[in-house]
């Protein structure tokens, strides 16, 4: 459908173009990228429970490349996966780009707050026990440390 308007002595037309194709394809592609990032992420944890770390980093670095926007849970999934190979640096690196990434994530919070406290950094820990408890007051495992 083509749509004029007159402004002046100029006459601007446009045609109507649908987007419904367009969204449809992009919403198609947003579910594929989804299932990618989650088979992703599924492998790595394989690899992780496989002591494969290194193979393990490498599907989540993958994952979190493919959708960042979803890649909260991807990091999370690498500093666990360092904190496993006890590398307590990049464990808690990554645990912090996953609460930035999704603030409502509160295992993440759970185990930066763990790691922090680890490692000897209780004001931080403080912080993000607090977190845990503010967005899940029933929290027991943050309880503990």
Same mark, same amino acid.
């Given at each position: 459908m083509k749509k004029c308007i007159q402004l002046a002595a100029m006459v601007f037309c446009a045609t109507a173009v649908s987007r419904a194709p367009y969204a449809q394809a992009q919403k198609a592609r947003s579910k594929e990228l989804a299932a990618e990032v989650d088979r992703l992420n599924w492998e790595g944890i394989d690899f992780s429970n496989d002591t494969r770390y290194l193979e393990a980093t490498e599907r989540f670095q993958k994952a979190i490349t493919l959708d960042d926007t979803r890649s909260a849970r991807s990091y999370h999934n690498i500093a666990y996966t360092y904190e496993l190979a006890g590398d307590r640096?990049?464990?808690?690196?990554?645990?912090?780009?996953?609460?930035?990434?999704?603030?409502?994530?509160?295992?993440?919070?759970?185990?930066?707050?763990? !790691?922090?406290?680890?490692?000897?950094?209780?004001?931080?820990?403080?912080?993000?026990?607090? !977190?845990?408890?503010?967005?899940?007051?029933?929290?027991?495992?943050?309880?503990?440390?």
């Open positions: 640096n990049r464990a808690l690196e990554n645990y912090q780009k996953a609460v930035a990434r999704n603030p409502q994530q509160v295992i993440s919070w759970q185990s930066l707050g763990r !790691t922090q406290y680890q490692m000897g950094l209780y004001k931080d820990a403080v912080f993000s026990g607090e !977190t845990v408890l503010r967005l899940d007051p029933r929290n027991q495992p943050v309880q503990k440390w």
